[in-house]
């Protein structure tokens, strides 16, 4: 299926929990209601035209900073060239983050039978933090939640096991964070500060 | 002849010092990438046996220099302070690669700022990572070091680290 054809046939499926969508650079991508994540992702995992039975990757973003500080320009004093080639189309550019909630929860998707791929967003409030666990679908969903709750303290509902996987317990907030302090020290032995 | 140092005990120092210095038996504690620059040491092309440095020992209990090689996070410097305690004295530390130093280019939440902030360490081998020479060169400094601490072991203080953590 190409990009067109995914995001019209779930956009058609659930038309309320869907509330946009854009192609960039032949990705589909698609902004879902938290509210309604289980039942668009058990649809794109067992509907038989879509079979989208591998989880590439599931990420979170906090886009708190987003636009706020600009940027050191690396590609331009790299000397690397900034524009995509000309060979990759580019109508349609990126849309810019979802309009609402601090953080975005991001899950990549891959049939390994029609060879076709998915991106769905979920913006999440900072207040709720909390999104529903894939981990009944996707049980390779369990490591990558613990690691979203580890970096960005977003909760997942559902999930069997849900505690730190890259910094120890007692590790106090959520490194990702952009309000976390880049100089703050906790070490669990040795100097702090 | 005999003045007020003892002869005896000089000599038993120098010949002690001599016999540990050309039997080391390291604990490589390899985390990340300096580890292929260590091996690359270890093995016949620059050959570490050459300076009886060429048995790891992959039980601290039977090491006598300590090897860290390698980026240190805060949740792995427990488990490097637990090697080093598990180690018989007299035992010494070598810090193999700059992240093990001073932090290197990390300067993060996870990764511990050099690993003189948690444990003494005898040799520091800079570089990113170091070239084999540069590890040869410590390996023969950290001889030097075993030779003048004798039989007991015993070292002059280390000089403090300056306070890494003032506002």
């Known amino acids: 299926m190409n990009t067109t054809s995914l995001i019209e046939s779930l956009t058609d499926r659930f038309p309320a929990a869907v509330t946009s969508s854009h192609a960039y650079r032949g990705d589909a991508t698609l902004i879902v209601r938290p509210k309604s994540l289980v039942d668009v992702a058990r649809f794109l995992k067992e509907d038989p035209a879509l079979k989208m039975n591998y989880l590439m990757d599931l990420t979170a973003v906090d ?25 990759i189309p580019d109508e349609e550019p990126w849309p810019g983050p979802p309009d609402e909630g601090r953080f975005a929860v991001v899950y990549h998707f891959f049939s390994t039978t029609h060879k076709h791929r998915l991106r769905l967003v979920v913006p999440v409030e900072e207040s709720v933090a909390q999104v529903d666990s894939l981990t ?14 580890d970096m960005f303290g977003i909760g997942f509902t559902g999930h069997p096991d ?12 959520h490194p990702l964070r952009k309000d976390y302090p880049v100089k703050k020290r ?6 702090t500060n | 002849m005999f003045n007020d140092t003892s002869f005896l005990t000089s000599r038993l120092d120098d010949a002690v010092g001599w016999a540990r210095k050309y039997s080391i038996f390291q604990y490589p504690f390899v985390t990340a990438c300096c580890g292929m620059e260590y091996m690359a040491t270890a093995c016949s092309h620059y050959d570490v046996d050459r300076f009886g440095a060429g048995f790891p020992r992959f039980s601290p209990r039977q090491a006598d220099v300590l090897f860290v090689v390698g980026t240190i996070s805060h949740k792995m410097a427990p ?20 992240c093990v130093c001073t932090g ?43 030779q003048d601490h004798g039989v007991s072991g015993k070292r002059v203080a280390p000089e403090p680290r300056p306070d890494l953590f003032e506002a």
């Not at chain 2, 488990?79 to 690669?97: C, N, S, T, Y």
């Open chain 1, 63 to 87: 886009y708190s900073a987003f636009g706020k500080h600009p940027t050191p320009a690396f590609f331009t004093s790299s000397g690397v060239t900034v524009k995509p080639s000309s060979e």
């Open chain 1, 136 to 149: 009944a679908l996707w049980p390779g969903a369990d490591w990558l939640e613990r690691e979203v709750w």
């Open chain 1, 162 to 173: 849900l505690k730190r996987i890259l910094m120890y317990e007692g590790f106090e907030g």
């Open chain 1, 186 to 191: 906790q070490p669990l032995i040795g100097p």
């Open chain 2, 79 to 98: 488990v490097l302070l637990r090697i080093h305690e598990q180690m018989a004295d007299p035992k010494w530390v070598v810090a193999f690669g700059v």
């Open chain 2, 104 to 146: 290197g280019f990390y300067d993060n939440y996870a990764t511990v700022m050099g690993i003189d902030t948690i444990m003494p360490v005898d040799v520091y081998i800079p570089g990113c990572p170091p070239r084999p020479e540069m590890v040869l060169d410590g390996l023969m400094k950290l001889q030097d070091k075993i």
